[in-house]
């Protein structure tokens, strides 16, 4: 991982995306929980290539701030003047763009904004720095991908080529642009990476729908920041905040039991606490900089991290620092107006 030196370090959060739709017809019919929950609870079957993961049911849910933005400011002239500049900065990790010659020219990922496993791709495509277009996907019509076979989210489009399903979308795209880098250092390296990645998507995805609907109030602070992004409708919009929340409420409830799940924070905290004992007191799992099973975890934890569940777990967790390595290490988006 490149190392960059800064007089100056500005950091710059900012809140992105969550998306649901609700139609209001949806608000007073049989129909009505049964969109909801496809809206909020993004279901998938595993693909038959993907090797990393064995869930049967992926979620969709509506909240997050996006991203944490970091940029730095380094000091001019600071070969010449670096005895002294050395006394004033500071080390912080950094993204890891690919070489011309391998990076995509054309990227456009179909996508739920606030769905964990969209958010895997995204955390992926920003480490690496590739540009990358968004198309936001109505959950309830979902027009932009008529013209796909496939009808779920994440697919990304590659230089004309698409990629579904998060985990294998991750491992063909490592592979076309890293072609002269061995999977992993030693097979050891690559048992702990992809355990992790399996634990990713067959464990702690499950934690997330119960913890930020957990009580009426965070129901609606999901729903809130659901209706203020995405693609539907005003009357969609109004819909799913109040319809939705109430939907989504007893859902969650039905998921703690499908799950095992009797204390949905302490089950968060754990999972959390879990991650970070895997971490054995290194920066990443992957050592000095992050692998992709960090870039599953941070992917997946993207969405709720500044919601109240996502506050607790940093609060009462200790996850928090590798959180804010991983924030700076993948850095500020690479996705670009489409």
Known sequence: MRRVNFSGLAAVFRAAGG????SPAAST?????????????????????????????????????????NSGFAVAGAVVFSVAASSLTQEVYAKEPLPPDVRPD??????????PFCNK???FLDYYDIPYKIVEVNPL??????????????ILMVDGEQMV??????DKLFQKTHPNVPVKPSPEADDEEKKWREWVDNHLVHMLSPNIYRNTSEALESFEYITSHGNFSFTERVAAKYAGAAAMYFVSK??????????????????????VDALNGRDFLGGAKPNLAD???FGVLRPIRYLRSGKDMVEHTRIGDWYSRMETAVGIPSRIQA
Do not use: M
């Open 254 to 275: 039905k998921l703690k039991k499908k799950y095992n799940i009797s204390d949905e924070r302490a089950a968060l905290y754990e999972a959390a606490e879990t991650w």
């Open 141 to 154: 019509s979902k027009k932009e991908i008529k013209w796909s076979a496939y009808k779920k989210v994440p």
């Open 19 to 22: 998306v649901a739709a609700v």
């Open 29 to 69: 019919s049989a129909t009505a929980s049964h969109q909801f929950a496809q809206v909020a609870l993004y279901s998938s079957t595993t693909s038959n290539n993907n090797s990393y993961s064995n869930a049967k049911s992926r979620w969709f849910f509506g909240n997050y701030s996006d991203t944490a933005l």
């Open 165 to 170: 399903d998060s985990s294998a979308i991750i």
């Open 106 to 115: 054309d990227v456009v990922l179909y996508q739920y904004e606030a769905c």
């Open 295 to 297: 870039l599953a975890v």
């Open 121 to 123: 791709v995204k955390a």
